[in-house]
Nanobody, 115 residues
Framework: QVQLVESGGGLVQPGGSLRLSCTTS????????MGWYRQVPGKERELVAT???????NYAESVKGRFTISRDNVKNTVYLEMNSLKPEDTAVYYC?????????WGQGTQVTVSS
């Protein structure tokens, strides 16, 4: 069983920064695609960023130039550095692991951007 544990969420003012972390258990991290998704009440979960096992990133248009996804295959951890945060970035952020037909989710961490 693979477990994903997110951390790093919180309250930040517009224009501020946060870094989310997601640490995984198990032995498949290094061969898995990792991603960050977010969800607000009443809306579908949306992709924020993904990163391939080799480290190639992909971003939603809404976060390009502001967010950076990275991974440490020794620490089994994926990060999301979020800069120039906007109120519309407020959401619960979920970590995702995909390996073949399998995927796993973290429990989510709240990010609130407000003055």
């Amino acid at each position: 069983q693979v477990q994903l544990v997110e951390s790093g969420g919180g309250l930040v003012q517009p224009g501020g920064s946060l870094r989310l972390s997601c640490t995984t258990s198990g032995r498949i991290f290094g061969v898995s695609a990792m991603g960050w998704y977010r969800q607000v009440p009443g809306k579908e979960r949306e992709l924020v960023a993904t990163i391939s096992p080799a480290g190639s990133p992909n971003y939603a248009e809404s976060v390009k130039g502001r967010f950076t996804i990275s991974r440490d295959n020794v620490k089994n951890t994926v990060y999301l550095e979020m800069n120039s945060l906007k109120p519309e970035d407020t959401a619960v952020y979920y970590c995702n692991l995909k390996w073949g037909p399998l995927q796993y989710w973290g429990q989510g961490t709240q990010v609130t951007v407000s003055s």
